[in-house]
């Protein structure tokens, strides 16, 4: 019953430091999304995958990139990590989109990241 | 200019004091239109999600509507466990598939 997991949960970087973010779902869902959200900014699509192997940019991609090798997994990663990516970084996963499938997106419990 | 806005920002009421929350959206040619609750250090979790203006759905004191232009979240004897920020978010013909757009949120607080 686990749905969306992600790794770590929090995480301290230097500027300038690289790490990846893991996003794990047992749902066998199609699609998945990497959010960030700021303060007054609400939710904002970085990248998305809408199968095993196929990536796409979002609203607000840059210096980031994204990997889907395997169908429940996802990962973000940060190259050169910079204080303006400071955030808490949602992952989410459906089953699909449009009319009359089961459309709706399940997040993980987020990962606050702080870039020092 | 945001594609989904959301008002009020924030939103007190007294335990008991019904009211609504809304979401309206600037582009046309909606596929749907989706309504999530998000509690303090936790992801956003799913609540309704609406196709067809007039469509309705309840959920124990929560009901949503949708019109042509918009979205109401009308909470009913609101208790204090209903305190959270709900999240309105939509995706429409014109993007491209599994692109769900959020708006930026209505945070409510019932107090007893």
């Known amino acids: 019953n686990a749905g969306v997991t992600q790794t770590p949960k929090f995480r301290v970087l230097k500027t300038g430091q690289s790490m990846t973010l893991l996003c794990a779902q047992d749902?066998?869902?199609?699609?998945m999304y990497w959010y960030r959200q700021d303060p007054g900014m609400g939710l904002r699509l970085i990248h998305y995958?809408?199968?095993?192997?196929?990536?796409a940019k979002g609203e607000v991609p840059d210096g980031y990139n994204v990997s889907r090798l395997k169908k429940q997994n996802f990962l973000l990663g940060l190259e050169s990590a910079a204080p303006s990516q400071t955030s808490v970084y949602f992952c989410?996963?459906?089953?699909?989109?449009?009319?009359?499938?089961?459309?709706?997106?399940?997040f993980g419990q987020g990962t606050r990241l702080t870039v020092v | 200019e945001d594609q989904v806005t959301q008002s009020p920002e924030a939103l007190r009421l007294q335990e008991g004091e019904s009211s609504s929350l809304n979401c309206s959206y600037t582009?046309?040619?909606?596929?749907?239109l989706f309504w999530y609750r998000q509690d303090p250090g936790k992801g956003p979790e799913f609540l309704f999600t609406?196709?067809?203006a007039g469509e309705e759905k309840e959920k124990e004191r929560l009901k949503a509507t949708l019109t042509k232009k918009e979205s109401f979240l009308h909470i009913t004897a609101p208790k204090p466990e209903d305190s959270a920020t709900y999240l309105c978010?939509?995706?429409?013909?014109?993007?491209?598939?599994?692109?769900?757009?959020f708006g930026r949120g209505t945070q409510l607080t019932v107090w007893p």
């Open positions: 989410a996963s459906s089953p699909g989109t449009g009319r009359g499938m089961n459309t709706e997106a399940f």
């Open positions: 749902m066998n869902h199609e699609y």
């Open positions: 995958s809408v199968g095993e192997g196929t990536t």
């Open positions: 582009v046309s040619g909606l596929r749907g």
């Open positions: 609406l196709y067809s």
């Open positions: 978010a939509r995706y429409d013909r014109g993007s491209t598939l599994g692109r769900l757009y």
